[in-house]
């Protein structure tokens, strides 16, 4: 579980907040904001009930409506690796959800 303590900056500051394997999909996500002339800041970036969540504010409706389009593909990412996963408990009967692949949730 990757622990975070920066406060504020962008989406490459918070990549270490999260598994390696939203990586890539934060890569995307700041290529894409970039591509659009987005300013903003990031307050923070986490995992939540198997989810991204990133926070930040100064976006316009659509860089915020593509930050949303982004958490909903986290749930279909693996945390860790990135391959193709799903968003259920950890392990059956278990309160921690996470989205993982088959290979990372044994």
Known sequence: MAICCHNEGTLAVHKG???PGWGAL???LTAELEARDE????????EKFGWLRIYADGLT???????????????????ECGE????????PGAYWIRT???????
């Open 100 to 106: 993982l692949c088959p290979e990372h949730r044994t």
């Open 84 to 91: 193709p996963g799903t968003t259920g408990p950890v392990r």
């Open 26 to 28: 934060l890569d995307e």
């Open 61 to 79: 409706s659509q860089g915020y409506d593509l930050i949303h389009e982004y958490e909903r593909r986290s749930s279909e990412i693996c945390e």
């Open 17 to 19: 907040c999260v598994g």
């Open 39 to 46: 300013t903003y800041r990031v307050a923070q970036v986490k």
